[in-house]
Structures are given as structure tokens and as C-alpha cells.
Nanobody, 125 residues
Framework: QVQLVDSGGDLVQAGGSLRLSCAASGGTFSAYAVGWFRRAPGKEREFVAAVSRSGGTSYYADSVKGRFTISRDNANNTVYLQMNSLKPEDTAVYYC??????????????????WGQGTQVTVSS
């Protein structure tokens, strides 16, 4: 059983940066791919980024490609999401998730077993 704790959300102005962290405990963290998803008010949850078990491969939603970077530190059981050039439309609750999704479905939430509690990111214009 893996427990995930999201942190790092804050209020930031458009154009600013934030780094989210996802700290894992209670399991073999390196056995799981990790993804970040977000849910904006009144919208469905959407995929943001994911990283493979080793950290060697990453995946991004088109809306964040070139602005966000996902990385992981398996020695410290942590995944990061560096968010630059933030836009008001990035405002959402961000959740990290761990699981064993197939590559073809890594952008879908169904392959992830464990979820963090979420961290609020608010970008003001």
C-alpha cells in the first residue's frame, strides 16, 4: 500500500512558477509510474504529466508541454512537477497518482491505484 502526499500549491501571478511535490511512503515507489492530474472548478479531471518508473520517459498534455517538467527521485520517493509560465487556466487542484498504466493509456486515470489528497494551485491574471 502506497500513501501519497501532494504539496507545493499556492497562489501565484500569471507568468510565475511553482514546484509541486508528491512524497510517497509505504511501498516500493520505483515500481510505479507516477502521474499528475488536475481538476478545475466545473471541469472534469484531466491529465497533466506522467513519468515512467525509472524516470527516463515523461509524457505531457499538449496544454502544458514546454512549460511543465515532471521528474522523480526514487532514492527519496518523491516526484516533482515544475510549473513555469503559469496561466490563469492552470488554476486547479492538482493530484499525483501512482500505478502501472499501460503506455497507451498512461494519460488515463484508470491505471493509477494510489492518489494524493490534492494541492490547490491558483494563478491570478
Amino acid at each position: 500500500q502506497v500513501q501519497l502526499v501532494d504539496s507545493g500549491g499556492d497562489l501565484v501571478q500569471a507568468g510565475g512558477s511553482l514546484r509541486l511535490s508528491c512524497a510517497a511512503s509505504g511501498g516500493t515507489f520505483s515500481a510505479y509510474a507516477v502521474g499528475w492530474f488536475r481538476r478545475a472548478p466545473g471541469k472534469e479531471r484531466e491529465f497533466v504529466a506522467a513519468v515512467s518508473r525509472s524516470g527516463g520517459t515523461s509524457y505531457y498534455a499538449d496544454s502544458v508541454k514546454g512549460r511543465f517538467t515532471i521528474s522523480r527521485d526514487n532514492a527519496n520517493n518523491t516526484v516533482y512537477l515544475q510549473m513555469n509560465s503559469l496561466k490563469p487556466e492552470d488554476t486547479a487542484v492538482y493530484y499525483c497518482a501512482a500505478g502501472v498504466p499501460a503506455i497507451a493509456t498512461i494519460r488515463r486515470s484508470t491505471g493509477y491505484f494510489y492518489w494524493g489528497q490534492g494541492t490547490q494551485v491558483t494563478v491570478s491574471s
